[in-house]
Protein backbone atom coordinates (compact mmCIF):
# COMPACT_ATOMS: atom_id res chain seq x y z
CA UNK A 1 0.00 0.00 0.00
CA UNK A 2 1.39 3.54 -0.37
CA UNK A 3 0.21 6.96 0.72
CA UNK A 4 -1.13 9.39 -1.74
CA UNK A 5 -1.18 12.70 -0.19
CA UNK A 6 -3.79 15.09 -1.18
CA UNK A 7 -5.76 13.08 -3.91
CA UNK A 8 -8.46 12.99 -4.85
CA UNK A 9 -8.26 16.33 -2.78
CA UNK A 10 -5.99 18.32 -0.39
CA UNK A 11 -6.29 17.29 3.20
CA UNK A 12 -7.40 13.80 2.12
CA UNK A 13 -4.86 10.69 2.24
CA UNK A 14 -5.60 8.35 -0.37
CA UNK A 15 -4.50 4.75 -0.02
CA UNK A 16 -3.15 3.69 -3.06
CA UNK A 17 -3.42 -0.37 -3.95
CA UNK A 18 -1.85 -1.00 -6.88
CA UNK A 19 1.39 -1.88 -6.13
CA UNK A 20 -1.00 -4.53 -3.68
CA UNK A 21 -2.92 -5.53 -7.39
CA UNK A 22 0.89 -5.82 -8.88
CA UNK A 23 2.30 -8.36 -7.35
CA UNK A 24 0.59 -11.63 -8.04
CA UNK A 25 1.36 -13.18 -4.85
CA UNK A 26 0.03 -10.15 -3.07
CA UNK A 27 -3.28 -10.09 -5.45
CA UNK A 28 -3.89 -13.65 -4.57
CA UNK A 29 -3.41 -13.67 -0.75
CA UNK A 30 -5.83 -10.31 -0.90
CA UNK A 31 -8.78 -12.38 -2.94
CA UNK A 32 -7.40 -15.53 -0.65
CA UNK A 33 -8.81 -13.36 2.55
CA UNK A 34 -11.83 -12.77 1.00
CA UNK A 35 -12.69 -16.39 -0.26
CA UNK A 36 -11.53 -17.87 3.45
CA UNK A 37 -14.26 -15.92 5.31
CA UNK A 38 -16.83 -17.08 2.74
CA UNK A 39 -16.38 -20.30 2.19
CA UNK A 40 -19.18 -22.50 4.34
CA UNK A 41 -21.47 -19.59 3.48
CA UNK A 42 -25.03 -19.80 1.47
CA UNK A 43 -24.04 -17.32 -0.81
CA UNK A 44 -26.33 -16.38 -4.06
CA UNK A 45 -24.39 -13.28 -4.81
CA UNK A 46 -20.95 -11.18 -4.25
CA UNK A 47 -21.91 -7.75 -4.72
CA UNK A 48 -18.83 -5.09 -5.61
CA UNK A 49 -18.38 -1.32 -5.80
CA UNK A 50 -17.62 0.49 -8.31
CA UNK A 51 -14.57 0.71 -9.00
CA UNK A 52 -11.98 -1.68 -7.01
CA UNK A 53 -14.64 -3.51 -5.50
CA UNK A 54 -14.94 -5.17 -8.91
CA UNK A 55 -11.95 -6.63 -8.74
CA UNK A 56 -11.65 -8.56 -5.87
CA UNK A 57 -15.61 -9.59 -5.66
CA UNK A 58 -15.67 -10.83 -9.00
CA UNK A 59 -12.74 -12.83 -8.55
CA UNK A 60 -14.22 -14.04 -5.38
CA UNK A 61 -17.68 -14.77 -6.86
CA UNK A 62 -15.73 -16.75 -9.73
CA UNK A 63 -14.18 -19.17 -7.18
CA UNK A 64 -17.84 -19.72 -5.14
CA UNK A 65 -19.34 -20.14 -8.59
CA UNK A 66 -21.60 -17.25 -7.58
CA UNK A 67 -23.17 -14.36 -9.31
CA UNK A 68 -21.38 -11.15 -9.12
CA UNK A 69 -23.45 -7.65 -8.92
CA UNK A 70 -21.46 -4.13 -9.87
CA UNK A 71 -22.67 -1.38 -7.83
CA UNK A 72 -21.62 1.33 -9.63
CA UNK A 73 -21.33 5.25 -10.24
CA UNK A 74 -24.54 6.72 -11.09
CA UNK A 75 -25.53 7.04 -14.98
CA UNK A 76 -22.84 3.99 -15.58
CA UNK A 77 -25.81 1.24 -15.99
CA UNK A 78 -27.65 0.82 -19.49
CA UNK A 79 -31.24 -0.67 -17.95
CA UNK A 80 -33.12 0.44 -15.04
CA UNK A 81 -31.73 1.14 -11.44
CA UNK A 82 -32.31 1.50 -8.22
CA UNK A 83 -30.83 4.97 -6.94
CA UNK A 84 -28.95 5.94 -3.69
CA UNK A 85 -27.14 8.79 -2.52
CA UNK A 86 -25.01 9.53 0.11
CA UNK A 87 -21.64 11.45 1.00
CA UNK A 88 -17.80 11.14 0.97
CA UNK A 89 -15.16 12.61 2.84
CA UNK A 90 -14.64 14.51 0.17
CA UNK A 91 -18.24 15.32 -1.31
CA UNK A 92 -21.62 13.93 -2.72
CA UNK A 93 -22.04 11.22 -5.12
CA UNK A 94 -25.10 8.69 -6.21
CA UNK A 95 -24.61 4.90 -6.60
CA UNK A 96 -27.11 2.82 -8.46
CA UNK A 97 -27.88 -0.88 -8.90
CA UNK A 98 -29.90 -2.99 -11.84
CA UNK A 99 -33.55 -3.25 -10.86
CA UNK A 100 -33.31 -6.67 -11.37
CA UNK A 101 -29.77 -7.10 -10.57
CA UNK A 102 -30.91 -10.09 -7.34
CA UNK A 103 -34.17 -12.12 -6.74
CA UNK A 104 -35.75 -10.82 -3.40
CA UNK A 105 -34.02 -12.89 -0.56
CA UNK A 106 -30.88 -13.87 -2.33
CA UNK A 107 -28.25 -13.99 0.37
CA UNK A 108 -25.24 -12.06 -0.67
CA UNK A 109 -21.85 -10.42 0.67
CA UNK A 110 -20.88 -7.14 -0.38
CA UNK A 111 -17.00 -6.62 -0.85
CA UNK A 112 -15.03 -3.40 -1.47
CA UNK A 113 -11.07 -2.61 -1.22
CA UNK A 114 -11.68 -0.12 1.49
CA UNK A 115 -14.09 0.98 4.21
CA UNK A 116 -13.43 4.72 5.45
CA UNK A 117 -16.57 7.23 6.04
CA UNK A 118 -18.46 4.13 5.08
CA UNK A 119 -20.85 6.44 2.81
CA UNK A 120 -20.76 4.27 0.00
CA UNK A 121 -20.70 1.01 1.51
CA UNK A 122 -24.15 2.25 3.44
CA UNK A 123 -25.37 3.19 -0.06
CA UNK A 124 -24.82 0.22 -1.52
CA UNK A 125 -26.66 -2.03 1.34
CA UNK A 126 -29.70 0.34 0.68
CA UNK A 127 -29.69 -0.88 -2.79
CA UNK A 128 -29.11 -4.64 -1.70
CA UNK A 129 -32.55 -4.15 0.28
CA UNK A 130 -34.38 -1.74 -1.64
CA UNK A 131 -33.92 -4.88 -4.50
CA UNK A 132 -34.87 -7.59 -1.92
CA UNK A 133 -31.77 -9.00 -1.16
CA UNK A 134 -30.46 -10.13 2.34
CA UNK A 135 -26.95 -8.57 2.98
CA UNK A 136 -24.95 -11.32 4.97
CA UNK A 137 -21.36 -9.00 5.49
CA UNK A 138 -19.60 -6.64 4.27
CA UNK A 139 -16.29 -7.28 3.43
CA UNK A 140 -13.29 -4.74 2.99
CA UNK A 141 -9.83 -5.65 2.36
CA UNK A 142 -8.56 -2.22 4.17
CA UNK A 143 -10.43 -0.21 7.27
CA UNK A 144 -9.69 3.38 7.98
CA UNK A 145 -11.02 2.39 11.84
CA UNK A 146 -10.52 6.28 12.80
CA UNK A 147 -13.13 6.95 10.31
CA UNK A 148 -15.53 5.05 12.41
CA UNK A 149 -17.07 3.90 8.57
CA UNK A 150 -18.57 0.26 10.21
CA UNK A 151 -20.81 2.40 12.15
CA UNK A 152 -22.97 3.24 8.86
CA UNK A 153 -23.58 -0.19 8.15
CA UNK A 154 -24.98 -1.30 11.36
CA UNK A 155 -26.64 -4.08 11.93
CA UNK A 156 -24.85 -5.58 9.11
CA UNK A 157 -21.64 -7.37 10.17
CA UNK A 158 -18.48 -5.97 8.77
CA UNK A 159 -14.96 -7.90 8.56
CA UNK A 160 -11.89 -5.74 7.20
CA UNK A 161 -8.78 -7.83 6.54
CA UNK A 162 -6.27 -4.98 7.00
CA UNK A 163 -6.94 -2.08 9.85
CA UNK A 164 -5.50 1.46 9.98
Known amino acids: ?94 MEMHIDAMIAGERVILVDDLLATGGTSAAAATLIRKVGGRLLEAQFLIELEFLNGRKQLDPTPVISFLKY
Open 1 to 94: MRDVPDFPKKGIVFKDITPLLSDHALFRASIDLFLERCRGKEIDKIVGIDARGFLFGSAVAYELGVGFVPIRKRGKLPYKTEIAKYSLEYGQAE
